[in-house]
């Protein structure tokens, strides 16, 4: 089974529309949450960490079930900037497990 | 605001060679880590640094590889006789330490090496 999986997509939305993403991990020891995003061959850069009672940031809010072992990532009024693959990172305590990513397209 | 930065940006290698990616880390940062991602797949975890030794290494990680942190600055992945299979973009990371392993960590922006 794999550490973190993820709808690959992709998700194209217009502008303007809300938008979530899901995650699963596989180790229920699993200690640290993160969503990154990455721009085409650029290096993953931390959109936000998740904490167990939720949180937000701006137009982004991260959810973490610790029961089901789910994590979504939510984005308001999706921008054009948007438009990255969004990957879902787990830590269980020695190294990052990266989900393979969702792609999210937003069009004008 | 402080990055990390990996030198070269791109590496062009034959098959059997040995080839080094340098990597410096967030000057106040006390974890470094290895991650290479292959052209369309996920970024895989290759290994962790911590206080000058390796503190957690993948499958991925064999005899092939090594780490190294020369001085105060630089963080170096080894290669030796590289394979076609080995092609992908490398990325180092760092983190403060604050948590041990489980603060965020900073990515470079990455080396990508193409053997040939």
């Known amino acids: 089974r794999k550490e973190v999986e993820q709808d690959p997509g992709p998700f194209n939305v217009p502008e303007g529309a809300t938008v979530a993403f899901n995650c699963t991990y596989s180790n229920s020891a699993s200690q640290s949450f993160f969503w990154y995003r990455q721009d085409c061959r650029k290096e993953p850069k931390l959109l936000m960490s998740v904490y167990s009672s939720g949180n937000e940031d701006g137009r982004f809010t991260a959810q973490l079930n610790r029961a089901s072992q789910y994590i979504s990532l939510l984005i308001r009024d999706s921008k054009l900037s948007d438009s990255a693959t969004y990957l879902c990172v787990v830590n269980p305590g020695n190294q990052f497990y990266f989900g393979t990513g969702t792609s999210l397209t937003v069009i004008p | 605001e402080p990055e990390v930065t990996q030198t070269p940006s791109h590496q062009v290698t034959q098959m059997g060679q040995e080839v080094i990616l340098r990597c410096v880390p967030i000057?106040?940062?006390?974890?470094f880590y290895w991650y290479r991602q292959i052209l369309g797949q996920k970024v895989e975890f290759l290994v962790s640094f911590y206080n000058n030794e390796i503190s957690e290494k993948s499958e991925i990680f064999d005899d092939q590889f090594s780490v190294e942190r020369p001085d105060g600055s630089n963080f170096t992945l080894k290669i030796r006789s590289t394979k076609l299979e080995d092609s992908a973009m490398y990325f180092c990371?760092?983190?403060?330490?604050?948590?041990?392993?489980?603060?965020?960590?900073?990515f470079g922006p990455g080396t990508r090496l193409t053997v040939l």
């Open positions: 990371a760092s983190s403060d330490g604050t948590s041990g392993y489980t603060d965020t960590q900073y």
């Open positions: 000057s106040n940062h006390l974890y």
